[in-house]
């Protein structure tokens, strides 16, 4: 299905506009939460900052308290200096011979080979893969969950992109900054060589410009638009800029080599050096034009004069709370969250971290009022559960199934909607941006059936590929419960383990009439409980425990109730 | 004219049902001459199990009246008063329990038929486990991950789930009510069932109706995710329109709540009158672990198993009427399965502890009504451990029922239940007519996988069709064993043949399991030496 077909068909035709009168909402603001520190606060922090919440994660930040957990997530303790990780591998040359790099060694900052077949393709498919192994990995912090945040905002469509290396730059420029400081990232993102090619910054020439860079850096990137969709700045703001960003290239347009590293340069000869006009958004400022490599400092002045508008701050702040909170901001949250956020912000010098330390350590975040109403996003759905059911993947040793297994992920957040290195345009995911569903987005009767699919057969046959099979042991994952011969307190566990809301009665009946088979007695369970673990290796009793489990964790992941977060 | 209105009229009501010049009913109806005439279309035979959990009192619901007087020194804390057993017609020696008024009507009307201890070799004790060996059709000792119903339906419906539903089947191939899709329904590779987890569930999505959330954010998002789950439930709108066909229903079932058999019952007469092609429908009544009080103490046509009977025999009369009332008679037989009997000999918390074989009722217009086997031979002097031994295996009633209901070749059975089994007379012969809707079934949906020849003996070719990237087949035993992965790569999109070779492997049925991208199909396959 194509995007468009696709928001349409998610949209319902009944509710043009979302009604959030009579509905309890918040008034708290940004004081540093001094609440409790039970599962309920842990599970929430850490299923809105990490993929999923695991059982070790949640053990780990209860012994914490709010503050230090905060801290560390944002890699402030605990953490050592950010490292970047081992770059993608070969994993292709079975069917994509690679002369420039061999099997099962790191393919960035090596040229592609183009026969007698193509790596573009596999490479692309290797970093994406590699890209869903750093999901599944993540430390305990918040890095991997804001390269997302930062995919989303600087969207790049991979695919449109043929060199691999510019991909991989691209990648390692959203991680190395993730937790930075956002102008900077601006900066480095401008004359990024993916960036570059994608909105055509590339082909952005004094003879003949191109506005596209220009337009989406101002329009999403940094200042956005008035609340009512039309743009503060001018369409000669646009022009302008675009003149101002004139010479950046690459050093190899559409080729797949590169003399200086992949790095983009500035031509003087391309440049524009005439005076930039702005209007009266921007102060009316003029940007002195330069010539020769004096050119290229336009591009900081551009950005300080951006910067100095204070839209910018409420821009990012306003996305950064519908990406971690919710997607409505009322009159209460706006005054009381995001104007503050954008104090700090700016106050920083868009040093990201403090913005993020204030949010996640406000009694607004751990608002009840803001706790599982967050429909999980695809890549979430499914890196998630394979976190919080700590399903093995193939070692290292095994290098093309343990990138297969990772494909085959990357491709089930695809059949979900959201395709890790693929928005569907520069604006990011529809449910990130899209008036008035939102998030209700990823929700519709195509993907919800799928989602369904995806826990069904992650718990029953897995996925199998190149002879291993990826899929949740529910034995071993029960037996990593408090006390899972309990039927009533297992039931409690997964339930406070795996939703943020509360379900009724009958859920609760339901679920201990699948562990009892319709018996009444719970001693039933435990005896085949206890079976099971005295004698594992019994294939009747570990069959008997089995089936009854994955029905069980089946019926759970299969709530609407589990779509939240 | 209606095949069973011609069969009426053909015949002097004199001789229905009972013996004509000595050759039985059955036999006569089975003459080539009622078949042609009969032309019943396989589609319209729907099986309803009814799971009594917990494991029955056979002996205290079929009763052995001519073994009174052992069964009384065996069990005289419940024992029924033998004045109070309902008899039942055209024998003495065996009645009902008190309770089974109902049953017991419809037995003397013709439509029960009562198969005496039923159960397996090795009879295992464990609620699960044995709940397990009924569902999967298994040997105690074997472990098995599909159920006998969903290879029957995998067997019928070899595509299913790709490419359903679609205008063979549009409908639920087999549908659970009161609890989560059973092991009975499980698939080779997939669920062959969907469930309808409570009638309550079931009148909320008939009606539309979302359960209340709070009204914050989340409840908002739940609300919303709820009500897109609840129109993109695959069958919703053919149950839905399946039920809103039937408007009236018969006035015998007893007020909602008051049976949750009875309201499940009543849920698949409305199904099946509305038009639902779906084949088994599950539903259950729990409680029948009757280790204390099973009986009043003093009154022991009271208590809880006297209350479990009730139930039963009510829902099913009740749903017999309903039937007959709606004018789907001829199209449903029912049946009763318990995971176990419970022993002999009473304990002395007036109730029995787990036992081993137990009767089986089976209902419906086309049962071959009456009383199969003979009473269980309770010993003068019984001890606690002391069990019926079985005189009918499970896996038979199973066999027998898909052969002559279901209208399975024989030769096919062994694809289905593993195995060969006896040949019960459980339902009516002659309902099953040549007619081109086996091979309809075999076609419907998305064929991704199948092999020639099949059966084989020295080798196959399997083709396969994948829409690119990774292709998998992995060829499973009938107990879920990974033999072989012949395929397991990436495969351009289109069709593919492979030679798959007998490497020694015993004779009986195999699984190619097919796996592409997010879509996966069984196959059966069978190698015969």
Request: aromatic share 10%.
């Amino acid at each position: 299905m194509d995007r468009r077909e696709f928001i349409t068909q998610a949209i319902p035709e009944r509710r043009q506009k979302q009604d959030f009168s009579g509905m309890a909402r918040t008034i708290t603001g940004l004081s540093p939460y001094t609440g409790p520190w039970t599962i309920n606060e842990v599970r929430h922090l850490l299923k809105r900052t990490m993929f999923g919440a695991s059982i070790p994660d949640m053990q780990y930040f209860l012994s914490l308290n709010t503050s230090s957990s905060v801290a560390e997530l944002l890699e402030q303790i605990n953490h050592p200096p950010y490292n970047p990780p081992q770059p993608p591998l070969n994993n292709y040359d079975a069917t994509s011979p690679d002369a420039n790099c061999p099997f099962g060694q790191a393919w960035p900052g090596t040229p592609d080979t183009l026969a007698p077949v193509s790596t573009v393709g596999a490479r692309r498919r290797s970093l994406k893969s590699w890209w869903i192994g750093l999901q599944l990995n993540q430390s305990r912090s918040l890095r991997e969950k804001m390269v997302l945040f930062w995919h989303n905002h600087f969207v790049v469509e991979l695919d449109t992109i043929s060199v691999g290396t510019y991909n991989y730059k691209y990648n390692e420029l959203l991680r190395l900054h993730a937790l930075g400081n956002f102008k900077t990232l601006v900066r480095e993102i401008t004359t990024n060589s993916t960036m570059l090619k994608y909105l055509n910054g590339e082909q952005n020439t004094a003879a003949a410009p191109n506005e596209n860079y220009a337009r989406e850096l101002q329009e999403l990137f940094t200042v956005g638009k008035n609340a009512n969709g039309t743009p503060p700045y001018t369409e000669d703001d646009v022009i302008a800029a675009a003149r101002v960003l004139t010479g950046w290239r690459n050093d190899l347009s559409g080729g797949v080599n590169s003399a200086n590293g992949f790095n983009s340069y500035f031509d003087p000869s391309r440049h524009d050096s005439g005076n930039k006009q702005f209007s009266t958004y921007y102060n009316n400022t003029v940007i002195t034009g330069r010539s020769g490599a004096a050119g290229a400092t336009e591009t900081d002045d551009l950005l300080d004069m951006i910067f100095q508008k204070d839209d910018v701050a409420l821009n990012l702040c306003r996305k950064l709370y519908k990406f971690f909170i919710y997607y409505e901001i009322d009159a209460a949250a706006e005054n009381d969250v995001i104007q503050p956020l954008a104090n700090i912000f700016r106050n920083s010098n868009y040093e990201i971290a403090p913005v993020l330390s204030a949010l996640f350590n406000s009694e607004h975040f751990f608002d009840f009022l803001n706790m599982g109403c967050l429909i999980k996003g695809p890549l979430d759905t499914c890196i998630g559960l394979l976190r919080e059911f700590n399903v093995q993947f193939p070692s290292a040793s095994d290098l093309a199934a343990q990138y297969a297994q990772w494909d085959r992920m990357r491709s089930q957040g695809s059949t979900l909607q959201q395709n890790l290195g693929n928005p569907p345009n520069v604006a990011g995911w529809p449910a990130y941006y899209q008036e008035p569903l939102f998030h209700e987005l990823w929700i519709n009767s195509d993907t919800l059936p799928k989602r369904n699919q995806f826990t069904d057969r992650i718990l029953t046959s897995g996925y199998t590929n190149l002879g291993t099979t990826i899929k949740v042991d529910v034995l071993s994952y029960t037996a990593s419960l408090t006390n899972p011969g309990d039927p009533l307190q297992l039931i409690e566990e997964v339930l406070a383990l795996h939703y943020s809301i509360d379900v009724s009665v009958n859920v609760r009946n339901h679920l201990l009439s699948i562990l009892l088979s319709g018996q009444a007695l719970n001693s039933y369970w435990t005896t085949a409980w206890d079976d099971y673990t005295g004698d594992p290796t019994n294939t009747s009793y570990a069959t008997i425990v089995r089936t009854r489990l994955e029905t069980f964790y089946k019926y759970i992941l299969s709530l609407s109730e589990y779509q939240l977060s | 004219m209606k095949r069973r209105d011609f069969i009426r009229a053909s015949v002097p009501a004199t001789l229905l049902p009972g013996l004509i010049n000595g050759f039985s009913f059955r036999a006569f109806a089975g003459s080539p001459l009622i078949q042609s005439l009969a032309a019943a279309n396989v589609t319209d035979h729907v099986l309803v199990l009814i799971q009594l959990n917990g494991g029955n009192d056979g002996l205290n619901t079929v009763i052995p009246l001519d073994q009174y007087s052992n069964l009384a020194n065996a069990r005289s804390n419940i024992l029924i008063p033998d004045n109070l057993v309902l008899p039942l017609s055209g024998t003495t020696v065996t009645g009902l329990h008190p309770a089974m008024g109902g049953i017991h009507q419809l037995f003397n009307d013709g439509k029960v038929g009562i198969i005496q201890s039923v159960g397996y070799p090795q009879q295992n004790y464990s609620h699960f486990r044995s709940t397990d060996i009924w569902m999967t059709a298994s040997d105690a000792n074997q472990v098995l991950s599909s159920g006998w119903a969903g290879r029957y339906l995998n067997y019928e419906y070899p595509n299913y789930p790709n490419g359903y539903p679609n205008p063979t089947m549009p409908d639920p191939l087999a549908l659970q009510i009161g609890s989560s899709v059973s092991l009975a329904l499980q698939g080779p590779a997939a669920s062959m069932g969907m469930a309808i987890s409570d009638p309550t569930s079931f009148y909320n999505m008939i009606n539309g109706i979302i359960d209340p959330a709070p009204n914050t954010p989340a409840g908002k998002e739940l609300t919303y995710i709820r009500t897109v789950a609840q129109q993109s439930q695959q069958y919703a709108s053919v149950i839905l329109g399946a039920a809103n066909n039937i408007t009236v229903q018969s006035p015998s079932y007893p007020s909602a709540g008051s049976n949750p058999l009875a309201d499940q019952l009543k849920i698949v007469a409305r199904l099946v009158a509305g038009g639902l092609k779906t084949r088994i429908y599950m539903v259950n009544i729990g409680g029948f672990d009757t280790h204390s009080s099973q009986a009043d103490a003093g009154s022991t046509t009271t208590g809880t198993h006297a209350t479990l009977l009730a139930r039963l025999s009510e829902a099913v009369k009740a749903f017999m009427d309903d039937l007959s009332f709606l004018n789907i008679e001829d199209r449903v037989t029912g049946l009763t399965f318990s995971e176990f009997g419970r022993r002999i000999k009473s304990n002395a918390s007036l109730g029995t502890d787990h036992g081993a074989a137990a009767p089986m009722f089976v209902f419906g217009k086309n049962v071959e009504p009456g009383i199969l086997g003979n009473n269980p031979q309770i010993p003068v002097s019984v001890t606690t451990s002391d069990n019926l031994p079985m005189q009918f295996d499970f896996r038979s009633v199973y066999a027998s029922i898909l052969e002559d209901w279901f209208c399975v070749p024989s030769a096919d059975l062994n694809n289905i239940m593993l195995n060969n089994f006896q040949k019960l007379p459980i339902i009516q012969q002659g309902l099953c007519m040549p007619t081109d809707l086996h091979q309809l079934n075999q076609d419907a949906g998305i064929n991704l996988i199948s092999n020639y020849p099949n059966p084989f003996n020295e080798s196959t070719y399997i083709t396969f069709k994948t829409s690119g990237g990774h292709a998998l087949i992995q060829i499973f035993d009938n107990e879920g064993r990974l033999i072989k992965t012949p395929v397991d790569g990436d495969y351009p999109e289109g069709e593919h043949k492979i030679w798959f070779e007998n490497e020694n492997y015993r004779s009986g049925v195999y699984y190619a399991r097919f796996q592409n991208g997010s879509v996966q199909q069984v196959r059966n396959m069978l190698i015969t030496r």
